[in-house]
């Protein structure tokens, strides 16, 4: 459990690749079961430990991820994220070049028999807006900053797929090019304000070692 911030309200961790956020078959290890495990051992708390997932990641993604440990604390976070006013940074290393910056804005749908997401142009689909900005280009990849405006399921994999851009290791929206663990998305920085203490927080998490051929900490 690689953990960026706690007190009594929060849990906030840097989510490792191949770990489902949550939503797993009785038994299944997932961040939230791992947590509570964390919790519970760490403050000897016996029986079930109370966690709200307040910001999901895709099973192959890395980063920041807030955890809830009062329902106070889950209310007043989930609002801020259905009000939008939380910032969501994440970076991309994707195959290809895109321009040096733009807005993608689409609907998208889904595939439930296959569990993709795709872009649509029917009228009931779901509004998509991201925002990205290119960082640096390695010649074949290139690596992006994405500001998301909103928070759709696959969103950032669907709409650069969209473009010709897929994320690096991401096979399941079309990517040609192989990655250790996981795919190249990481929810690299979070800003939200403390649910109890009404300060603006900024957390950051640092990429995982499978990004270091890329030497972007440096």
Avoid at 84 to 103: F, L
Avoid at 105 to 115: A, F
Avoid at 210 to 217: Q, R, S, V, Y
């Amino acid at each position: 459990m690689h953990v960026l911030y706690e007190d009594n309200h929060l849990l906030v961790v840097n989510k490792p690749a191949g770990l489902p956020t949550m939503g797993v078959a009785e038994g299944e290890k997932s961040l939230l079961t791992v947590a509570k495990h964390y919790i519970g051992e760490k403050y000897h708390k016996p029986g079930n430990v109370y966690l709200g997932i307040v910001s999901r990641l895709d099973t192959p993604t890395t980063g920041v991820v807030i955890i809830a440990r009062t329902s106070k604390a889950a209310d007043r976070l989930n609002r801020q994220f259905r009000e939008h006013t939380v910032r969501k940074i994440y970076w991309a290393v994707v195959e290809g070049t895109p321009p040096p910056n733009g807005t993608l804005s689409d609907r998208m749908g889904e595939e439930k028999r296959h569990r993709k997401m795709y872009v649509t142009q029917n009228a009931d689909g779901i509004p998509a807006v991201l925002h990205y900005k290119t960082i640096r280009n390695f010649g074949k990849e290139s690596l992006l900053e994405i500001q998301l405006e909103t928070g759709r399921k696959h969103q950032i994999r669907v709409q650069l797929a969209h473009q010709g851009w897929p994320i690096v290791g991401d096979r399941k929206y079309g990517a040609q090019t192989t990655f250790p663990v996981g795919i190249a998305l990481h929810a690299r920085e979070l800003t939200f304000v403390h649910p109890t203490l009404n300060d603006e927080r900024t957390l950051f998490a640092e990429l995982p070692a499978t990004w270091k051929k890329w030497n972007l900490e440096e």
